[in-house]
RNA sequence: GCGCCAAUAGCUCAGCUGGAUAGAGCAAUUGCCUUCUAAGCAAUAGGCCAGGGGUUCGAGUCCCUUUUGGCGCGCCA
């Protein structure tokens, strides 16, 4: 079904029209001023311009086509010129109701579903996860939920950093430690010789030290980058050696992800793009893009109405080996190949802003995609310290992602021991949720594009505008629905609105399609975190003000009970898109 | 140097294509649990929306400018 406002801008609009308006002049949108009205229309001010009247004459017009509409029960215009709009209840309760039968749950669907790959996530294998990690995997995963909600078809994929240099240096100070490993050894066989099996931790240990070392040292550097090529070419001790990387990795990235209720339909990286490398150098070759500079290969991507310098984009690195650049492109012949998509969207740092656009810029000008698909930067902010610098952990190193989640969710599950609601069986999976809803909803109520400050405390105390709140307002419905016992019609409409609290209440529910277009249309999950709290605190106070279960009139009560059942569907609608589990109680 | 982004309550942030009295949470002060979960509800206090120009009937929002901060600017990803 259609938003709210959508349905009332076509009603206006109508208005406008038999008033002898341009109809576009009756977009209709949230009130701002509730203590008014609900719903307001603006257009006058611009018809008073295009016209050259008055706007409170225009908007007086409009609004004496208005009285009849059985949709108002008040259609007032006040001051300048301002439409002010509120819903005849018997409306309010026919939408709330319509939403209800609604399968989408009032959720508008997409006109043309398009097939969208979402490329989140993207850590890199060796590299623990760390917090840096969370806004990639979090975002990513909540705009995939929004995304096929709508109705679009959408593809996840991690895009593992598997194939740089961070290999190469994890391989070269592995070479250091075990020279004797028959991986290292230029004659080592992959049908005869094993390779040592590592763990996540071994190699998180080592590729922060290598790092470290390559900047100091030039001639490891040189041996890192050597490495890293020769991985890249085939040779087959440094690709055995580096599955087994990747398996060690990628098993600990799992169960990380897991805990954090992000999945990924594809497990690809950077060296599943390697086949395509030698196809994506042929293409560059033939449309003649390639120029050789200082030693590397680069492809111009410089346009006249560019304010800023524009590099060109290194496609071969001068000791021949490839870059991320590289992978990139070819990972976009990839997935033209395998899906040919209507949009591939990248939910990744905004520091990677000047790259994405070099490739998208090379990607169209090589033709590895129709000139109309769409590839789209995602940028998000970073996650900054109190200081204001990036996060980190009180001795200045990274706080890895699982101590975070860890963390938290010891918090909650104190939290959850001292409830008579929970049973002991369940703390510690109810205490992941919890916790994990605490640092997704803490993230995600952020704009995306902004940097914002990161409070580990804040997550602690769980009190307040927090992914908790929501949890805690869905287990006091629960408890309600569940006393007030069986006999219950789940399909038994609202049948009337008996407090102003209640009108508020369905007022909010009836936003969530405005809402979700705007968090769709923008890729804005803060959008829906807002809303969801609103939601929340309308119930909040619904619930404060009456009491349900004691209600003696019985048509009051079911109506009461279908209003609660309502929010609860919502609210856990709400949850679902930004990846968020609820809980039965805490 | 060039470019991008930001600056709103003590702190952390909202503020929809410019609209009517700038909103939350935390922190502070104060009420409310023999009654559906107090991880809650209600209330008080707190603002020259960084400074200065401009456009407009109307600007936190648009334009210009200054200041401050963050980020980016070919062989890391």
Redesign the pocket.
Known sequence: MKAITQTLSELVSQAFAAAGYDPGLG?V?????L???QF?C?GA??A??LYHKA?FAVADQVAQVLQNDSAFSKVEV?????L?LTLDDGYLLKQANAITQDPHLGIPQAPSPAAIILDYG?P?IAKPLHIGHLRSAIIGESIKRILRAAGHTVVGDIHL?DW???IGLVITELQQRHPDWRCFSPDFDPQADAVQPLTAAELNEVYPLASKKSKTDPDYAQRA?QA?YELQNGRPGYLALWQEIRRASVADMKSNYQKLGVTFDLWYG?SDAGRNIPRLMDILDQKKLLTE????M?VEVAEPQD???M??V?VR???H?S??AT?DLATIIQREEDFHPDKIWYVV???????FTQVFRCAKKAGLVPAETELAFLGFG?M?G?D???YKTRDGGIMKLEDMIATVTKG?QE??EA?S??DEADYEEMARR?GVAAIKFGDL???R?????F?LNKFF??????G??LL?TV??I???LK?AGAPRDPAAPISRVYTDSERELLLKILMTGDVFQ?ALGEKAP??LC?HA?QL??AF??F??D?????EPDPEKKQSWLSLIALVRRVLCLLLELLGIEPV???
């Open positions: 977009a949108t949230a009130s701002d001023r203590d008014l009205c307001q603006n001010f611009a008073a311009k706007p006040a001051k300048p010129g301002f002010n993207g890199n950093g740089g240099l961070q980058h890293t950077e500079s200082d030693g590397a680069v304010k800023a310098p590099p060109p290194i690195k001068s000791d080996s870059i991320y992978t740092d905004n520091r990677q802003e000047l790259h970073t900054n109190t204001g610098k990036p909650a939290k959850l409830s609601f929970v919890v109520i952020n704009q594009a902004k940097d914002y400050v409070d105390s769980f009190e307040g505008k927090t908790t709140y805690y287990t006091r629960n408890s309600i006393k705007k803060n959008y807002e709290y929340a605190i909040s106070k619930y404060h009456n009491r349900i279960i004691d039965e109680h805490m």
